[in-house]
């Protein structure tokens, strides 16, 4: 009976093999901060006002694909975003009721999740991948005393393209998810070059862009890019 049953679950494991697929990545980037950002008429430099400096943070991804028809693949992703900073105004501002004349501490915490259902349209030596992602902002911002709360879902399209270099174990890729309505627009996008060893483990390194303008969501608006280099370990499997 037990011969049966390891039997079994080694017969059941080998066909999830074959029959779900992914990736994994565990991934690190730096981000330099650019923009504005506004509470009550005072429009304030993210960099000069608010002293936000450069920051580098983590983010983790996982991909699950089958052949089933119709049925989407899927993609979850968790990111962690900060900045912060703390100094003396050149000049003073208004933040919402306060006014910041003097000291000035500020910081942006976010964790930022990511729901993707996509299909893979193209599947060869070059492939692309399309869908819907719903990403998810949750933390808090907070400038002095001026302390609120940030919860915000949000979605957008996805793409990903990926072109894999024959007799080579190299590959390029773009990824991003994308929305714009109103006076409103998120991107997030890598674009990347990969290498790949054996056993589906690789590395990945290149160029990674979030911007966020948001207009008085919380009696807040934001005009701001988040810009710099990445970097992942990858296991295909």
């Known amino acids: 009976m037990k011969k049966i049953i390891l039997a079994t679950l080694i017969t059941t494991t ?6 779900i697929g992914g990736e994994v990545n565990l991934g690190f ?7 504005t950002a506004q509470n009550g008429d005072d429009i304030v430099d993210i960099e000069d006002d608010l002293k936000w400096e450069d920051e580098s943070d983590i983010f983790l991804r996982a991909y699950f694909e089958h052949p089933v028809p119709v049925v989407p693949n899927i993609r ?10 703390d100094g003396t105004v050149t000049k003073s501002f208004f933040w919402g009721l306060l006014n910041i004349d003097g000291d000035v501490k500020s910081d942006l915490d976010l964790d930022i999740y ?4 996509y299909y893979e349209f193209l599947d060869n030596w070059i492939s692309l991948d399309g869908g819907l992602n719903l990403k998810y902002l949750n933390g808090t911002l907070d400038v002095n005393s001026d302390h609120r709360d940030i919860s915000v879902p949000i979605p957008m ?8 270099i024959p007799t080579t174990n190299l590959s390029l890729q773009l990824e991003g998810d994308y929305i714009s309505y109103e006076d409103n627009q998120l ?5 990347g070059a990969r290498y790949n060893f054996l056993l589906g483990f690789g590395i990945e390194a290149g160029y990674k862009a979030l911007k966020i303008k948001v207009d008085d969501v919380d009696d807040v ?3 701001t890019k988040f810009n710099g280099a990445y970097g992942k370990l990858v296991w295909d499997f």
């Open 14 to 19: 080998l066909t999830l093999g074959d029959f």
């Open 29 to 35: 980037y730096a981000h330099s901060p650019s923009g």
């Open 76 to 85: 979850v992703g968790y990111t962690k975003f900060k900045h912060s900073g």
């Open 114 to 117: 990511d729901l993707t259902l």
């Open 157 to 164: 399209l996805y793409g990903k393209a990926k072109i894999n």
């Open 187 to 191: 991107y997030d996008i890598e674009v």
């Open 221 to 223: 608006s934001m005009d």
